[in-house]
Structure formats: C-alpha cells, structure tokens
C-alpha cells in the first residue's frame, strides 16, 4: 500500500507533476522466510546477488527492525525507496528518499541519495535530507518522456552542481 496518491495536478497527497505508476492495491501476505525464497529463487547461481530492493506502494509501512534482522542474518543487504513520509527504522544499508510530500512532512531526514522527480518548470527544492547523492529524474509520462521536461532538468543540474540527472529508464524501456 502507500500512504500517497501521487497525480499530475498537486493536491493533499500528491506533490504534482506526474502521475504514480506503481499499484499500490494488490498483493499479498508473506512470512519473511517466504519472502527470502521468492529472492533465492531469481538468483542466478552463478553470480548470487544479495541485495534486496523494498519498494512502492510505501515500503517504511511494512519494513521493520524484525525484517531487517532476519534478511541480515541470512546475508542479504537492504535497500530500500521511500517517499519519507515514515521514519524508518536502523539497519538499512542504503536508503534512497523520493519525496512526495511537503519538506515540512519529511520524516526519513537522512538518506544515501535524495532523489526528486521534476517536470517543466519544477525547481529544485532546498531539501531538508541529508543525502550523499542529490539526484533529479524527469517526469514520464506514461512511457513518454516529454522533451521540454527533458531539457528543463538537464539545465537544472548544469545550473546546481551539486544534483545529477537520474532519468526512469525503466519506464522508457516500459519494465514495471
């Protein structure tokens, strides 16, 4: 689930410019050990690859200390993107916030990267996340990236050195 409900026009729950693509209503319950095997079982056994990505809907409503222990116990590494609406708790080994609320509402305030998508027009925020990495991605709309939104985010990281470009690719390449 998430705790947001991102479209293109801002609103309550929605910091505007673009819309969510990720569905938030399905899914299912699974003991962790379940979890841990749907992992094991996409591995390539040649080249094992123990990260684990906690994503959307809002992953900081279900990670928890006890998640954390027990996919470190069993050699996994956790990273995880939140909108920063929820604390999270400690452990993580990289914590990417992307945030779909107002800075005030912000309540994961450290992070290895920040990252904000922006379209047309959208300047970037004097972000209260202390982050190593401060990244901007182009809003997509559906699988299109609109050129303008394009030029307009590439001119605000040539203007704002510290902030690097972090285009969607997955959605240009239509991966859900």
Same mark, same amino acid.
């Given at each position: 689930?998430?705790n947001?409900?991102?479209?293109?026009?801002p609103?309550?729950?929605?910091?505007?410019?673009?819309?969510?693509?990720?569905?938030?209503?399905?899914?299912?319950?699974?003991?962790?050990?379940?979890?841990?095997?749907?992992?094991?079982?996409?591995?390539?056994?040649?080249?094992?690859?123990?990260w684990?990505v906690? %994503?959307?809907? #809002?992953?900081?409503?279900?990670?928890?200390?006890?998640? @954390?222990?027990?996919? =470190?116990?069993? !050699?996994?590494? /956790?990273?995880?993107?939140?909108?920063?609406?929820?604390?999270l708790?400690?452990?993580?080994?990289?914590?990417?916030?992307?945030?779909?609320?107002?800075?005030?509402?912000?309540?994961?305030?450290?992070?290895?990267e920040?990252?904000?998508?922006?379209?047309?027009?959208q300047v970037?925020p004097? %972000?209260?996340? #202390?982050?190593?990495?401060?990244?901007?991605?182009?809003? @997509?709309?559906?699988n =299109?990236?609109? !050129?303008?939104t /394009?030029?307009?985010?590439?001119?605000?990281?040539?203007?704002?050195?510290?902030?690097?470009?972090?285009?969607?690719?997955?959605?240009?390449?239509?991966?859900?």
């Amino acid at each position: 689930g998430c705790n947001r409900a991102c479209t293109v026009e801002p609103g309550p729950k929605s910091p505007g410019g673009f819309d969510c693509d990720t569905e938030s209503a399905g899914g299912r319950k699974l003991a962790l050990e379940e979890i841990e095997q749907l992992a094991a079982d996409v591995q390539p056994e040649d080249a094992p690859c123990r990260w684990m990505v906690l %994503t959307g809907g #809002e992953p900081g409503l279900q990670v928890d200390t006890a998640l @954390v222990e027990f996919f =470190h116990a069993r !050699g996994w590494r /956790l990273a995880i993107e939140t909108n920063g609406s929820v604390p999270l708790p400690d452990g993580l080994d990289w914590i990417t916030v992307s945030p779909k609320v107002a800075e005030h509402a912000i309540r994961q305030r450290r992070a290895h990267e920040v990252k904000y998508v922006r379209s047309c027009g959208q300047v970037i925020p004097e %972000t209260v996340v #202390e982050a190593d990495h401060h990244l901007i991605s182009p809003a @997509v709309g559906g699988n =299109h990236l609109d !050129g303008k939104t /394009l030029d307009w985010c590439i001119r605000l990281v040539q203007e704002n050195p510290k902030w690097r470009l972090s285009p969607q690719m997955h959605k240009l390449w239509n991966v859900r």
